[in-house]
T-cell receptor, first 113, second 114 residues
Framework: EAGVAQSPRYKIIEKRQSVAFWCNPISGHATLYWYQQILGQGPKLLIQFQNNGVVDDSQLPKDRFSAERLKGVDSTLKIQPAKLEDSAVYLC???????????FGPGTRLTVL | AQSVTQLDSQVPVFEEAPVELRCNYSSSVSVYLFWYVQYPNQGLQLLLKYLSGSTLVESINGFEAEFNKSQTSFHLRKPSVHISDTAEYFCAVASGAGSYQLTFGKGTKLSVIP
């Protein structure tokens, strides 16, 4: 069974630029999560989708971050414009349902200069 | 609101020695508890979880954790570590409110010394 795929694995941009990350969850998984992991900290949930609907985006900085899962499968997370403090690893996870084990992708390491 | 405290940011231990990684949580509702492991340059993997039933849960590679409600703890233990156990370990809590939204601790880096 293929795992959660993310791309790119690494991204370096300058502040005020835009960036987008892509996630392909495990086939059949209805629930998809995006986390932000700042160096030295544990992952922090940004947004949770159930199929193509948003369940919780209370910790998403909506003035600059956006995410979508239009067809209930792949998802993209965008930052526009990026700030220095956005430097982090962005993790995507998926689960079969909302109360099932989450499986994590390898993450995208973002560096904002 | 719920939170997780991992008291030790780094734990060095000699190979074949026992280890305990500490995790304390706070939550106002019933909880589910998890330990995830992150090997170098890899994604997070579920190590073990407590949902209900026996308070002692085990993983396939020899780790175990015990849910202690009175002490609000979920410490991770292994009686004899191996070099391959070198990784970062994250404790996480989810409330039992129909969703497993995870709140993670800051992680503990376990370094096994040969």
């Amino acid at each position: 069974e293929a795992g959660v795929a993310q791309s790119p694995r690494y991204k370096i941009i300058e502040k005020r630029q835009s960036v987008a990350f892509w996630c392909n969850p495990i086939s059949g998984h209805a629930t998809l999560y995006w986390y932000q992991q700042i160096l030295g900290q544990g992952p922090k949930l940004l947004i949770q989708f159930q199929n193509n609907g948003v369940v919780d985006d209370s910790q998403l900085p909506k003035d600059r971050f956006s995410a979508e899962r239009l067809k209930g499968v792949d998802s993209t997370l965008k930052i526009q414009p990026a700030k220095l403090e956005d430097s982090a690893v962005y993790l995507c996870a998926s689960s079969y349902g909302r109360t099932d084990t989450q499986y994590f992708g390898p993450g995208t390491r973002l560096t904002v200069l | 609101a719920q939170s997780v405290t991992q008291l030790d940011s780094q734990v060095p231990v000699f190979e074949e020695a026992p280890v305990e990684l500490r995790c304390n949580y706070s939550s106002s509702v019933s909880v589910y508890l998890f330990w995830y492991v992150q090997y170098p340059n890899q994604g997070l993997q579920l190590l073990l979880k407590y949902l209900s039933g026996s308070t002692l849960v085990e993983s396939i590679n020899g780790f175990e954790a015990e849910f202690n409600k009175s002490q609000t703890s979920f410490h991770l233990r292994k009686p004899s570590v191996h070099i391959s156990d070198t990784a970062e370990y994250f404790c996480a809590v989810a409330s039992g409110a129909g969703s497993y939204q995870l709140t993670f601790g800051k992680g503990t880096k376990l370094s096994v010394i040969p």
